[in-house]
Nanobody
Framework: QVQVVESGGGLVQPGDSLRLSCAASPASRRTFKTYTMGWFRQTPEKEREFVAAIDWTGDTASYNESVKARFTISRDITNNIVYLQMNSLKPEDTALYYC??????????????????WGQGTQVTVSS
């Protein structure tokens, strides 16, 4: 059975850093090794929004403009783990962060309709 599990969230102060991890299992599944994976986030007040995505090679990444200078997405291809390094965190980064696998063709990387196999999310809270 396919599983996507996020981890690494927590409560931090403004300016701090966190690294989120997303593990898709089974790691050997071909789907995960050849598709883009993305991070999204959601708060009770807003719809789920795109944060970052990385292609299957790990060479090409895209970002929401609001995080581009502060967040870095990377990928461990062998173990099929995707990381989101978040630096200089701000209170507005507070959200439930989700990881997902882009399995549907024809959608841009920032369009959640192209994604399947969503995890349960990991909470990031930035507060002083």
């Amino acid at each position: 059975q396919v599983q996507v599990v996020e981890s690494g969230g927590g409560l931090v102060q403004p300016g701090d850093s966190l690294r989120l991890s997303c593990a898709a299992s089974p790691a050997s599944r071909r789907t995960f090794k050849t598709y883009t994976m993305g991070w999204f986030r959601q708060t009770p007040e807003k719809e789920r929004e795109f944060v970052a995505a990385i292609d299957w090679t790990g060479d090409t990444a895209s970002y929401n403009e609001s995080v581009k200078a502060r967040f870095t997405i990377s990928r461990d291809i062998t173990n099929n783990i995707v990381y989101l390094q978040m630096n200089s965190l701000k209170p507005e980064d507070t959200a439930l962060y989700y990881c997902a696998v882009q399995t549907y063709l024809g959608y841009s990387d920032d369009d959640l309709r192209g994604y399947d196999y969503w995890g349960q999310g990991t909470q990031v809270t930035v507060s002083s």
